[in-house]
């Protein structure tokens, strides 16, 4: 089983930035694509961002141009930085490995709130 920690949440403005940080345990981080997942109040879990092992990313549409994942396999930490933040953004982050062998495996979370 691996651990996922993920940090970097807080309360910001509409148009602030945010950088989350996800730390996985163990030494199979470098092997896998990972993604970034959140979940508003009363939604479902929504696939934000992938990243390849190989560090090519992709995006959903509503973050593209504004968020931008990557990876560091030497401190098995993949990153979301956001910017232009929107109110419709808030929602709980969560990192994913994206592989079936860890498709029930999550962390707890971090809270992103976008608010004045």
């Known amino acids: 089983q691996v651990q996922l920690v993920e940090s970097g949440g807080a309360l910001v403005q509409p148009g602030g930035s945010l950088r989350l940080s996800c730390a996985a345990s163990?030494?199979?981080?470098?092997?896998?694509?990972m993604g970034w997942y959140r979940q508003a109040p009363g939604k479902a879990r929504e696939l934000v961002a992938t990243?390849?092992?190989?560090?090519?990313?992709s995006y959903a549409d509503s973050v593209k141009g504004r968020f931008t994942i990557s990876r560091d396999n030497a401190q098995s930490t993949v990153y979301l930085q956001m910017n232009s933040l929107k109110p419709e953004d808030t929602a709980v982050y969560y990192c994913?490995?994206?592989?079936?062998?860890?498709?029930?495996?999550w962390g707890q979370g971090t809270q992103v709130t976008v608010s004045s």
């Open positions: 994913h490995i994206e592989a079936t062998r860890f498709r029930s495996n």
């Open positions: 163990g030494n199979v981080f470098w092997m896998y694509a």
């Open positions: 990243i390849t092992a190989t560090g090519s990313p």
